[in-house]
């Protein structure tokens, strides 16, 4: 199981109206879960954290090298044994092992359960500490995507309901891209 930590913008709210021209604040809660909804399927395309956060994840007791859903991992900040009931008990350091590999996987291996059903592991990931460091071709695709939602959100413009976004948008993220065969 993973809990993540909720995902910032990776551009901000006046970015996004000035490319979609909006001025005025009338559509601003629609304009900011937008530039939200764009950073998600930003992250979910490029399978990588844009912007820092904190998450913990559920593991098996293994003996192993597990893999963390998220990356790039800048860290990894603790390891516990989880109970049957669910509690947590810290481990000894001696008690596992964890590495970051240079492609930013995050990797857990438990020498000794301690009697533990479960790991729990938290740790950090993300590309950038602030929406101003996320790479510029990152930004314009959520700012193109935004603009892309923004003209068809009443079925109207860029093609109607249902409309694909542009291609540029795919363009300027996939060389971001990463993909797991496992």
């Known amino acids: 199981m993973l809990v993540a930590g909720q995902t910032e913008p990776a551009v901000s709210l006046p970015e996004a109206q000035a490319f979609v021209r909006v001025e005025r604040g009338e559509e601003e809660a629609l304009l900011a879960g937008m530039v939200r909804t764009a950073s998600a399927l930003c992250e979910a395309f490029t399978n990588r954290v844009l912007i820092a956060r904190g998450f913990s994840e559920t593991l098996a007791v293994s003996g192993e090298w597990q893999r963390l859903s998220l990356s790039p991992v800048r860290s990894i900040d603790a ?68 603009g892309h939602l923004f ?13 694909e976004p542009p291609a540029a948008v795919t363009a300027l993220w996939r060389p971001f891209r990463r993909m797991r065969l496992s």
């Open 79 to 146: 390891v516990e044994g989880l109970g049957l009931d669910g509690s947590g008990v810290p481990l000894a350091a001696s008690a596992y092992a964890i590495d970051v590999d240079a492609s930013g996987d995050g990797w857990v291996r438990l020498i000794d359960s301690g009697g533990a059903a479960r790991v729990r592991v938290s740790a950090t990931a993300g590309m950038a500490c602030g929406s101003n460091e996320v790479p510029e071709p990152l930004r314009h695709g959520i700012l193109r995507l935004v």
């Open 151 to 163: 003209a068809s959100r009443d079925g109207g413009g860029v093609g109607g309901p249902g409309s």
